[in-house]
Structures are given as structure tokens and as C-alpha cells.
């Protein structure tokens, strides 16, 4: 009989090598799921992991990995502080939105004023509207003990509806004709996060990498990020060695929905352009991939950032010169979390065969 045994301690190997296993069963049996819907297996993972950094036109898709990578690194960094804690936030995605909303909705205030001053205060409403919506969450659970899965996965949906309401109503270009959706920030110069548009280089992009910096500083060099790792390794540890509970609440998920809305406020003034109906990636959401992928650690999630934001590039590519469906792509990024979670269950547990008596 086949049962599994918990080890005494988690194989470090195994934690280091399951992604990477991970991303391989990914491949095999996304060319699988390709070849059932009658696609040439091999030519379709070539497209996704090969031509966007190798291809012929890879000179113009090796910037959009940057452009892609951006928003899963803020966002998934966020997460992870709470995930190591045990403090689970799923609505990255509200929170996503509403740092978007709140960031152009400060920008559009000033429109067509020029200065300096103006994007700075963007960015502090994009990561003050993330840092409000991640806090509802909190002060619920510190408060009354709700779960902090459902009450943020809800909010999402709330914020998906403001933000239709504010495409439709308040931030709605007044130019637009009557066309859903705000002014374009391409054309304000003050309230674009574009570097570099050409390039592909905007502001969200250093923010990531400081994210990743602080981070790493946080979780390792700090008494915070000590009881952090503390309370998600040994929680009863962590209430004998004084560790304050509330506080750590608050912090993970204001951080976290902080980081989020920065993610939506620079997306919207660059990448995305606009407020508009559609303007909800689903990143908050992928975000939760990233952070288990690249191990809850930052230059882990920096590394699953860019590999996740190759299989959005590489997808592009495969649906429109493979004719590949949207929606296996999504499936295709679905087979990654799961196989992941699936073999994070042999890091504390090994495969053993019992005899009937015995067991």
C-alpha cells in the first residue's frame, strides 16, 4: 500500500527543485492539452518560452517581460509577507484596482496642469487607495475574527463595480464622445509613469526592484521580518516570544494592498493608459502563482515574475500565429500553481510502501 510519511524536517532540496519540476510536468502536459485541441505541441511551447526572449522579433518582446513582470513582482512581494505569516489576502486584485482608480483619479484632478508635483501625489493615492482597501480586511479580522480569505476575495468584486462606475461616471473622458473609459494618460504628460515608452521602461518597473531590495532587507536583517517568519514557522512560539498578533495583521495586509494599488496606479498611467471597464488583468490574482513559485522569497518572486510574464508574452504570440485560444493559455498558467502545490507536498512528506499488515 502506498501512504505517505511526514520527514522530520522539510527536504531543502525538494524546496529548491519542485518549481523547476514543476514548470517541466507544466510543459508536458500543456503540449498535451495544445495537441488535443490540434495544435503542434513542440511549436506551441517554442512559442511561449522561446521566441518572446529568442525569437526574430524578440528585440521588440524582451522589453513587454519587463512591462509584464512589473505588477506580479509588486504585487506578489505584498503577498508574501502575508503569506509567511500565515495571513492570507486573495483580494490583491480589488486592491489592485482601487490604487489604480484612486492613483488617476488624483492625476485627472490636474489635468492638463504640468508639474513636477503632481505625479509623486499619484503614487502616494495609488498606494494609499491599495493600503484602504487592504485594511478593511484587517481591521474585520482584528475587530471580529472574520476570515480575512473571504472578506478580501469579496471586495473584489465591489471594486470591479466601482471601477464600471467610474469609467462610466466620474472619470469619463469628457471628450470621449460618451465612450466608457477616462482620458488617456499617453497624452498627460505629468501623470504618465512611461520612462521610456519605446523601450518599454516605465516607473513601475524601479519600484519592483526596490520592492524586491526592501524586502529582502526586511525579511532578513529586521526584528519584523524575524516576527514574520516567526509567526508563520511557529505561531506558538511567536505568542511566548511577545509577538503582537494585531499589529502584524495590519502591517501584512496594509503592506500588501499598499504594493497592490502601486501595481494598478502604474499600470493605469502606463501600460494600460486609462480607466476603463476592462481594465482588470486578473494580475492580483497571478500574483498568488508568482509568490509560491518563486518560494515566498523576493529574488525568487523576481525570477517567477519574469517566467510568468513569459508564458503572457509567449501566450500572445501563440494565439495569434498558433490560433490558440485564450482560455487554454489561462489553463496553461493554472497547470503551474497546481502541479507546484502538488509537489510541495513531498517537502514534508515521502512516498512509502507499506505491506497490509504492517500499515
Given at each position: 500500500?502506498?501512504?505517505?510519511?511526514?520527514?522530520?524536517t522539510p527536504s531543502r532540496a525538494l524546496s529548491l527543485s519542485t518549481p523547476i519540476i514543476a514548470v517541466i510536468i507544466t510543459m508536458i502536459?500543456?503540449?498535451?492539452?495544445?495537441?488535443?485541441?490540434?495544435?503542434?505541441?513542440?511549436?506551441?511551447?517554442?512559442?511561449?518560452?522561446?521566441?518572446?526572449?529568442?525569437?526574430?522579433?524578440?528585440?521588440?518582446?524582451?522589453?513587454?517581460?519587463?512591462?509584464?513582470?512589473?505588477?506580479?513582482?509588486?504585487?506578489?512581494?505584498?503577498?508574501?509577507?502575508?503569506?509567511?505569516?500565515?495571513?492570507?489576502?486573495?483580494?490583491?486584485?480589488?486592491?489592485?484596482?482601487?490604487?489604480?482608480?484612486?492613483?488617476?483619479?488624483?492625476?485627472?484632478?490636474?489635468?492638463?496642469?504640468?508639474?513636477?508635483?503632481?505625479?509623486?501625489?499619484?503614487?502616494?493615492?495609488?498606494?494609499?487607495?491599495?493600503?484602504?482597501?487592504?485594511?478593511?480586511?484587517?481591521?474585520?479580522?482584528?475587530?471580529?475574527?472574520?476570515?480575512?480569505?473571504?472578506?478580501?476575495?469579496?471586495?473584489?468584486?465591489?471594486?470591479?463595480?466601482?471601477?464600471?462606475?467610474?469609467?462610466?461616471?466620474?472619470?469619463?473622458?469628457?471628450?470621449?464622445?460618451?465612450?466608457?473609459?477616462?482620458?488617456?494618460?499617453?497624452?498627460?504628460?505629468?501623470?504618465?509613469?512611461?520612462?521610456?515608452?519605446?523601450?518599454?521602461?516605465?516607473?513601475?518597473?524601479?519600484?519592483?526592484?526596490?520592492?524586491?531590495?526592501?524586502?529582502?532587507?526586511?525579511?532578513?536583517?529586521?526584528?519584523?521580518?524575524?516576527?514574520?517568519?516567526?509567526?508563520?514557522?511557529?505561531?506558538?512560539?511567536?505568542?511566548?516570544?511577545?509577538?503582537?498578533?494585531?499589529?502584524l495583521i495590519l502591517f501584512c495586509l496594509g503592506t500588501s494592498g499598499a504594493l497592490?494599488?502601486?501595481?494598478?496606479?502604474?499600470?493605469?498611467?502606463?501600460?494600460?493608459?486609462?480607466?476603463?471597464?476592462?481594465?482588470?488583468?486578473?494580475?492580483?490574482?497571478?500574483?498568488?502563482?508568482?509568490?509560491?513559485?518563486?518560494?515566498?522569497?523576493?529574488?525568487?518572486?523576481?525570477?517567477?515574475?519574469?517566467?510568468?510574464?513569459?508564458?503572457?508574452?509567449?501566450?500572445?504570440?501563440?494565439?495569434?500565429?498558433?490560433?490558440?485560444?485564450?482560455?487554454?493559455?489561462?489553463?496553461?498558467?493554472?497547470?503551474?500553481?497546481?502541479?507546484?502545490?502538488?509537489?510541495?507536498?513531498?517537502?514534508?512528506?515521502?512516498?512509502?510502501?507499506?505491506?497490509?499488515?504492517?500499515?
Open positions: 500500500m502506498i501512504a505517505l510519511e511526514k520527514r522530520p502536459m500543456g503540449g498535451l492539452l495544445f495537441s488535443v485541441l490540434g495544435k503542434n505541441p513542440i511549436e506551441a511551447i517554442r512559442t511561449i518560452f522561446w521566441d518572446p526572449v529568442f525569437g526574430e522579433f524578440a528585440f521588440y518582446y524582451r522589453p513587454q517581460l519587463l512591462v509584464k513582470a512589473a505588477p506580479l513582482v509588486l504585487i506578489a512581494i505584498g503577498l508574501s509577507l502575508g503569506f509567511k505569516a500565515g495571513i492570507w489576502n486573495i483580494g490583491a486584485e480589488g486592491q489592485y484596482i482601487m490604487g489604480a482608480i484612486c492613483g488617476a483619479a488624483v492625476g485627472l484632478a490636474f489635468y492638463p496642469t504640468e508639474s513636477r508635483l503632481i505625479f509623486p501625489l499619484m503614487i502616494v493615492a495609488g498606494a494609499l487607495g491599495g493600503w484602504a482597501w487592504g485594511m478593511i480586511p484587517a481591521l474585520l479580522k482584528v475587530r471580529f475574527g472574520t476570515n480575512e480569505i473571504l472578506v478580501s476575495l469579496m471586495l473584489v468584486y465591489v471594486a470591479d463595480q466601482l471601477l464600471a462606475s467610474m469609467s462610466l461616471g466620474l472619470l469619463r473622458n469628457p471628450e470621449g464622445m460618451g465612450f466608457p473609459g477616462s482620458r488617456n494618460f499617453s497624452d498627460f504628460a505629468a501623470g504618465s509613469s512611461w520612462i521610456n515608452e519605446a523601450a518599454g521602461l516605465h516607473w513601475g518597473m524601479a519600484f519592483a526592484f526596490i520592492a524586491v531590495i526592501f524586502s529582502y532587507i526586511l525579511l532578513n536583517r529586521h526584528i519584523l521580518g524575524f516576527n514574520i517568519r516567526l509567526t508563520g514557522e511557529a505561531p506558538r512560539a511567536a505568542r511566548f516570544a511577545g509577538v503582537n498578533p494585531t499589529r497592490a494599488g502601486l501595481a494598478g496606479f502604474f499600470e493605469v498611467t502606463g501600460p494600460s493608459g486609462q480607466i476603463n471597464i476592462d481594465f482588470a488583468s486578473g494580475y492580483g490574482f497571478t500574483a498568488i502563482i508568482v509568490a509560491f513559485l518563486g518560494r515566498l522569497h523576493p529574488v525568487g518572486i523576481l525570477l517567477a515574475a519574469l517566467l510568468m510574464a513569459l508564458t503572457y508574452v509567449g501566450g500572445d504570440l501563440a494565439q495569434g500565429n498558433l490560433g490558440l485560444p485564450s482560455a487554454a493559455i489561462q489553463v496553461f498558467q493554472g497547470m503551474l500553481l497546481f502541479f507546484l502545490l502538488a509537489l510541495d507536498l513531498l517537502t514534508n512528506y515521502r512516498v512509502v510502501l507499506k505491506t497490509k499488515g504492517a500499515a
